[in-house]
């Protein structure tokens, strides 16, 4: 028995433990940075008081869209970001969407033909991921990787997009458009990127505020990333009625919230050069406007974002593999019935009780596994692959 035991101690001590998944919340923890470039509804969502500093922004912007409190910030134009944290890793479970942003797209057809391009109000944001590889809870050293979505191969999408937004002169004189009454200063914010284009953001009557971030103390803004192609269209041929037309998938703020092709996949993830990034899983994500547009009475394309959900919570993050060489997933956890395995190397699995006795041993193959622990009492035992070992609760 003491034998026994002692083996179980050393299996507690090389073992990899998590918390049970009612600990953990789906929902963002915490807006670690907000930084919208210009545009019509910044210093509104949220909103801009006198005396607001960055991080008195961030904060509102956490209080607006974490905890599943679904109030709407606005990203502004082309680059605008924000940053979230959440209080767990959102585990990247192989061949299925991870998790969920919320945004406020929907389609002008709710009833759209089957072979009809579905647009309405589409804004489609860039998404980013971080795992956060020095487990200090912070995105610091950690590598960002963009989530390669629908648009991603195409050669209308540009790769370092750069762009600069310059705050309007204290001294500045409003343009008013000679034609379109909406428009009142088409000189408003002006920019200019890395592709030699200069050219400006107009203001238009129905956001009289200022559309440069108020609390940024420097006179410009640059952001730098991938560049969607133009996604609006002037149905009307006279500016009065433009759409704005979704992507297939893969990005934030470009189909409804329903729609499951709003949701997003940590295995769509690829560094810098393309490849893909084989994450454990993400512990933070960056999200950008991917349009540099401006349409009309519309104003320029701006994304929001109103919260984000791990759609696995369950899911355990049981084998982080730094090699890449073997990944593992193990889900849901409580189990109720089946433990699901994920692996790409076929190999053992076992099941002990707490006391050190085996309860299965099995072989697993690559792809989906499903241990049958029905017949197992409710309680906590450990699962043995390789030489880890995870903790899986039954319920
Ligand atoms: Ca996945
Ligand atoms: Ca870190
Ligand atoms: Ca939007």
């Given at each position: 028995?003491?034998?026994?035991?002692l083996s179980?101690?050393?299996?507690?001590?090389?073992g990899?433990?998590f918390?049970?998944?009612?600990?953990?919340?789906?929902?963002?923890?915490?807006?670690?940075?907000?930084r919208?470039?210009?545009?019509?509804?910044?210093?509104?969502?949220?909103?801009?008081?006198?005396?607001?500093?960055?991080?008195?922004?961030?904060?509102k912007?956490?209080?607006y869209i974490?905890?599943?409190?679904?109030?709407?910030?606005s990203?502004?134009?082309?680059?605008?970001?924000?940053?979230?944290?959440?209080?767990h890793t959102?585990?990247?479970?192989?061949?299925?969407?991870?998790?969920?942003?919320?945004?406020?797209?929907?389609?002008?057809?709710?009833?759209?033909?089957?072979?009809?391009?579905?647009?309405?109000s589409?804004?489609?944001?860039?998404v980013?991921v971080?795992?956060?590889?020095?487990r200090?809870?912070?995105p610091?050293?950690?590598?960002w990787?963009?989530?390669?979505g629908?648009?991603?191969e195409?050669k209308?999408?540009?790769?370092?997009?750069?762009i600069?937004?310059?705050r309007?002169?204290?001294?500045?004189?409003?343009?008013?458009?000679?034609?379109?009454?909406?428009l009142?200063?088409?000189?408003?914010?002006?920019?200019n990127?890395?592709r030699?284009?200069?050219?400006?953001m107009?203001?238009?009557?129905?956001?009289?505020?200022?559309?440069?971030?108020?609390?940024?103390?420097?006179?410009?803004?640059m952001?730098?990333g991938?560049?969607?192609?133009?996604?609006?269209?002037d149905?009307?041929?006279?500016?009065t009625?433009f759409?704005?037309?979704?992507?297939?998938?893969?990005?934030a703020?470009?189909?409804?919230?329903?729609?499951?092709?709003?949701?997003?996949?940590?295995?769509?993830?690829v560094?810098?050069?393309?490849?893909?990034?084989h994450?454990p899983g993400a512990?933070?994500?960056?999200?950008?406007?991917?349009?540099?547009q401006?349409?009309?009475?519309?104003?320029?394309?701006?994304?929001?974002?109103?919260?984000m959900e791990?759609?696995?919570?369950?899911?355990?993050?049981?084998?982080?593999h730094?090699n890449?060489?073997?990944?593992c997933?193990?889900?849901?956890?409580?189990?109720?019935?089946h433990?699901?395995?994920e692996?790409?190397?076929?190999?053992?699995?076992?099941?002990l009780?707490?006391?050190?006795?085996?309860?299965?041993?099995?072989?697993?193959?690559?792809?989906?596994?499903?241990i049958?622990?029905?017949?197992?009492?409710?309680?906590i035992?450990?699962?043995?692959?390789?030489?880890k070992?995870?903790?899986?609760?039954?319920?």
């Open positions: 028995m003491k034998k026994a035991i179980f101690l050393c299996l507690m001590g090389s990899t433990f918390s049970p998944a009612t600990a953990q919340s789906p929902y963002i923890a915490k807006v670690v940075e907000f919208p470039a210009p545009g019509q509804f910044v210093n509104e969502l949220p909103e801009y008081e006198s005396g607001d500093t960055e991080e008195t922004m961030r904060a912007a956490e209080e974490a905890h599943n409190n679904k109030n709407m910030i990203l502004g134009g082309y680059g605008g970001y924000v940053v979230v944290a959440f209080d959102i585990v990247d479970v192989p061949g299925v969407c991870d998790f969920k942003i919320s945004g406020n797209a929907f389609y002008a057809d709710a009833n759209p033909r089957p072979d009809a391009p579905l647009g309405g589409c804004e489609p944001g860039i980013m971080a795992y956060d590889r020095n200090n809870g912070q610091d050293d950690d590598e990787y963009e989530i390669a629908s648009e991603y195409k209308e999408t540009l790769k370092n997009y750069s600069t937004y310059h309007p002169a204290p001294d500045h004189v409003a343009t008013p458009h000679p034609d379109n009454k909406f009142n200063d088409t000189t408003y914010i002006r920019w990127d890395n030699g284009i200069t050219s400006y107009p203001r238009n009557t129905f956001h009289a505020q200022s559309y440069y971030p108020e609390w940024i103390k420097d006179d410009s803004l952001f730098t991938t560049r969607l192609a133009d996604n609006g269209i149905e009307s041929g006279n500016g009625y759409v704005l037309y979704a992507y297939g998938f893969g990005y703020d470009n189909r409804p919230n329903a729609d499951t092709l709003s949701h997003i996949d940590i295995g769509w993830a560094d810098s050069e393309g490849n893909p990034a994450l512990d933070f994500i960056k999200v950008y406007t991917g349009v540099n401006y349409n009309g009475w519309l104003g320029e394309c701006s994304t929001e974002i109103l919260g791990d759609l696995h919570i369950d899911a355990v993050m049981s084998d982080i730094e890449k060489q073997h990944v997933n193990l889900y849901p956890n409580p189990v109720k019935t433990l699901i395995v692996s790409n190397e076929a190999c053992l699995i076992e099941i009780s707490l006391a050190g006795n085996r309860i299965l041993q099995k072989k697993i193959e690559v792809g989906t596994n499903r049958d622990m029905s017949g197992c009492p409710v309680g035992y450990l699962a043995k692959i390789g030489n070992s995870y903790k899986i609760i039954k319920n």
